[in-house]
């Protein structure tokens, strides 16, 4: 629907921030650089028909429960969709992976969350994915081989997760930490007690931030 790209009458930078960092004032990042990149990602999806290809975003922490699947899954899967992001394993051998990427391209797919990714990360098939405008494979079953746009935004996250030098060129890492609790998952002070609920009760208004804040650049 084009009323939600359309930028709020006379939104100007402030009321954009403000909302921004209200939408994810319940996430722990660990630094502001952390905090601003999450928002380069929100910021992807809508720009990529433009700009080509795009880096993955990596939401890491030190620790499991402090909030990654769900700033994915929520905060960037209902802004977009209007429901949550589904989460995918990515296969662990590299022929698996192949098939796996061209059935997703085959879909249709624009997003894609990989979750709980390895401590030790290293895919010749996903880096090539993350530098191509275009792939080209064989679908299951067939022996066709159709060059397929590649269109996805990836968004991927794992605890303590090292990449290899080849993805790491291609990353763009979002940390979150939440210090001095040994159990994240049991927090109780949020500001809003359901992100998804309330990313999906805003949507309106990030979709149209998110415009003013292109618009505005």
Known sequence: CAAYWQPFEGMDPEA???????????????DDASRDNFFGLLLTPMLRPLVGK??????????????????????LGCTYRGKPLPSNALPERQEEREKWMIALLLSGATLLHLDNLPPDLDSCGLSSLLTSDEQQGRVLGTSAMPELANTLTIAASGNNTHLSSELTRRT?????????QCRPED????AHPSTRDYALAQRRRTLACLAGAVAVW
């Open 16 to 30: 954009i921030r403000a909302h921004m960092l209200d939408l994810v004032r319940d996430f722990p990042f660990e």
């Open 172 to 180: 763009i890492v979002v940390r979150l930490n939440w210090r001095g």
């Open 54 to 75: 795009v880096p993955l975003h990596l939401v890491t922490s030190p620790q499991a429960g402090t909030g990654k699947s769900r700033l994915i899954e929520d905060t």
């Open 187 to 190: 927090r109780s002070d949020f």
